[in-house]
């Protein structure tokens, strides 16, 4: 069974961190581009950050740029987003996805959805 797991979502005070990471299992994230997708209450579900398959190229939404940061451990077979300097608009179910090698922001496209984690940015 084809499977990706969001962990690392949590309660956390304006300007502080948190790591999510997206655990792939049932298949290799070698061959995949991932990205990572948020959804607030009342919003639609945007796009936050992708890497490509061979973890050459990597992009952010212009909201999360200089903050969030993106890697990808294949030996793991996870990827993380390193997120710091949260804000309260940061707060939204977090979701990873898998589809082709290389990125797009056409969230119909991702082939493979996690169930998400609740990242919640709040004093």
């Known amino acids: 069974q084809l499977q990706l797991v969001e962990s690392g979502g949590g309660l956390v005070q304006p300007g502080g961190s948190l790591r999510l990471s997206c655990a792939a299992s049932?298949?290799?994230?070698?061959?995949?581009?991932i990205g990572w997708f948020r959804q607030a209450p009342g919003k639609e579900r945007e796009g936050v950050s992708c890497i490509s398959s061979s973890g050459s190229g990597i992009n952010y939404g212009d909201s999360v740029k200089g903050r969030f940061t993106m890697s990808r451990d294949n030996a793991e077979n996870t990827v993380y987003l390193q997120m710091n300097s949260l804000k309260p608009e940061d707060t939204a179910v977090y979701y990873c996805a898998a589809r082709g090698r290389s990125c797009t922001s056409h969230i119909a496209s991702y082939d493979y959805w996690g169930q998400g984690t609740q990242v919640t940015v709040s004093s």
């Open positions: 049932g298949f290799t994230l070698d061959y995949y581009a």
